[in-house]
């Protein structure tokens, strides 16, 4: 995530399943404190379906910090089946 310009890339894929064990590596460059509400999107999912399975560092609902940011990560954000990750406070 580059945190100057406020984007990040994201994974685009049509039904997604995260295998047990699997892990969310995250990097923020430029270290940037960004506007609480704003909302990145790590997988965005094409399928109906919601994910299936969840990062094992990185369950529904957590936070965690980046930098000078901290996330509140959703598996159910964007359209409702998306993985996001919120600036929090």
């Known amino acids: 995530m580059n ?3 406020a ?3 994201q994974v ?3 039904g997604v399943t995260i295998n047990g064990g699997a892990q969310f590596n995250f990097t923020a460059v430029a270290n940037k404190r960004l ?3 704003t909302v990145f999107t790590a997988i965005s999912n094409t399928a109906a379906t919601s994910i299936s399975g969840t990062f ?3 369950p529904n609902g957590s936070t965690f910090t ?3 940011n901290s996330f509140q990560v ?3 954000g964007g359209d409702g089946n998306d993985l996001t990750l919120t600036v929090v406070p």
């Open 7 to 9: 984007q990040a890339d």
């Open 74 to 76: 959703s598996y159910s």
């Open 35 to 37: 506007t609480a509400g």
């Open 66 to 68: 980046a930098g000078r």
């Open 3 to 5: 945190t100057k310009r």
């Open 12 to 14: 685009v894929a049509n």
């Open 56 to 58: 094992a560092n990185l």
